[in-house]
DNA sequence: GCCAACGTTGGC
DNA sequence: GCCAACGTTGGC
């Protein structure tokens, strides 16, 4: 049973089009610090499962692309790495605090489907982005949402 | 850059 | 384990 997922990402450090740059090559979903999150990317993020890349702090707010999973949860290793501006000293090795996945980009929409337009769809009502003051950084998006989410994307 | 809505920290 | 203070996120 796969599961379908929305990423946050900000596109000044990091972008869809980065992903599209590298085409078929795998990502680290790294630097993921928020304790819900991490619970989501270390026990339920599959292989498999579908991902929204979702652009956030940026000109235009919205969902960017689409990716899969293709490596299921594993310790973050910059969480170990002292120059890495996400090192936790508190974490350790034999107790990894904070994990990743890879991800593989699928597809980069033509255009960005924007927060704006997302609000306005009455068949979305779930997702935590339109639920007020949802901040996670990696939330788990419904199949029906997220099939009729992946549906207007394409038809931009 | 503002500020509301969180999440985290730490004193008690 | 409460909760105030503080830090961060993220839309606008």
Not at 5 to 22: C, G, H, I, M, Q
């Amino acid at each position: 049973m796969m599961n379908y997922w929305l990423f946050k990402t900000e596109p000044d450090a990091f972008s869809v089009d980065d992903l599209a740059n590298r085409p078929g090559q795998t990502e680290h979903w790294d630097g993921i610090r928020n304790y819900q999150a991490r619970n989501f990317l270390r026990d339920k993020v599959q292989v498999g499962d579908a991902v929204f890349i979702y652009h956030s702090s940026c000109k235009e707010v919205g969902i960017a692309g689409l990716a899969e999973v293709v490596k299921a949860g594993y310790p973050d290793h910059s969480q170990f790495d002292p120059e890495s501006k996400y090192y936790d000293p508190k974490s350790s090795v034999d107790a990894p605090r904070w994990y990743m996945v890879d991800v593989k980009l699928t597809r980069k929409f033509k255009q960005v489907l924007t927060l704006k337009t997302i609000k306005q769809m009455q068949q979305i009502t779930d997702i935590g982005l339109v639920k007020k003051g949802h901040r996670l950084s990696i939330m788990p998006v419904e199949e029906q949402e997220f099939l009729y989410l992946l549906e207007q994307c394409d038809g931009l």
